[in-house]
């Protein structure tokens, strides 16, 4: 058996490519969609991210704006800026990026931004209506996951579904989407005993742990849907690409269906920032 490559490029083109109409009659009614992004220090990757961010809601049509502060600046500065921004009638998307330097409250400033415009879904009221099993933004990557086992004919309702990973950002809210399309969920993280003896039963498994190739052929039961979250870079001494949470050449033989790093999870991330800013949007205009 060789797996099906789950192509999230390809879906993340053809999602993109349907916003555009959303936007231009959102922009033709006065509601053109918009997000601000704000980046506090010089982290490399970060740096990628929000460019890859602007880059992608220019593309679409969105208004698209960067803030970048030291990485000494006073939280109550950044602080400030959040409460302009809520107010501010032409954004509806307000998004931190993480992570914030020592000395900031992360929960703080993901706190102080509206709800409303919490396109990330990190805020506690956002969080609460996703467990609720009535999501007003769900957080991007997990977002973007379900849509690509949607596209793939992935049936959920029923099926075993493991997550390796707690975090906020993807874990915890991609098991309560699994939990809301009717899988029965398992959530392993770093004090899990015999983490292959969950991984081996998983119908669907998602892969969010952050470490190179971690899960293997032989933790893979046969013919389940492997997704892999991860993005790492290899050292210089082997070879210095980007792979994923999940050994994708091993894996592969054994899975029924496989999610490739790059070209995977990554692109749906942005769409789906680019998806909660339209609805965002769209939710005013409704007004």
């Known amino acids: 058996m060789t797996a099906q490559i789950l192509d999230g490029k390809a879906l993340a083109d053809e ?5 555009k109409a959303r936007v231009a ?3 033709q009614k006065g509601h053109r969609p918009g997000l601000v992004v704000i980046l506090v220090g010089e982290d490399p990757a970060s740096q990628v991210y929000v460019r890859n961010k ?3 809601c220019e593309a679409a049509g969105l208004y698209s704006e960067k803030i970048v502060y030291p990485a000494d600046v006073a939280p109550a500065v950044v602080l400030q800026k959040i409460a302009e921004l809520n107010a501010a009638p032409n954004i509806h998307g307000i998004l931190v990026q993480l992570p914030l330097p020592p000395h900031f409250d992360e929960k703080a400033v993901l706190e102080a931004i509206s709800a409303a415009k919490d396109v990330d879904g990190f805020h506690a009221e956002n969080v ?12 991007c990557t ?11 004919g992935i049936e959920l309702a029923g099926k075993e579904a493991v997550v390796i990973g707690r975090s906020n950002i993807v874990g915890k809210p991609m098991a309560l989407l699994l939990l809301n399309a009717g899988a029965t969920v398992t959530v392993c993280h770093s004090r899990t005993r015999d983490l292959a003896f969950h991984t081996r039963r998983a119908d669907v498994l998602v ?4 470490k190179p190739r971690f899960v293997t052929a032989e933790m893979v039961k046969p013919g389940a849907v492997v997704i892999d979250v991860g993005i790492n870079r290899l050292p210089p001494e082997a070879g210095g690409k980007l792979c994923g949470d999940v050994d994708f050449e091993g894996v592969k033989e054994v899975a029924r269906a496989l999610t490739p790093v790059p070209g995977g999870v990554g692109p749906m991330t942005i769409t789906m920032l680019l998806a909660n800013t339209i609805e965002a949007a769209e939710r005013e205009a409704g007004r």
């Not at 999602?15 to 916003?19: C, G, H, I, V, Y």
């Not at 609460?128 to 957080?139: K, S, T, V």
């Not at 997990?142 to 793939?152: A, I, M, R, T, W």
């Open 25 to 27: 009659a959102l922009t």
């Open 207 to 210: 892969a969010a742990i952050g």
């Open 15 to 19: 999602l993109r490519a349907s916003f």
């Open 128 to 139: 609460g209506a996703l467990a609720q099993g009535n999501p007003r933004f769900i957080p």
């Open 54 to 56: 602007v880059s992608a």
């Open 142 to 152: 997990p977002y973007g996951v379900v849509k690509l086992l949607e596209k793939s």
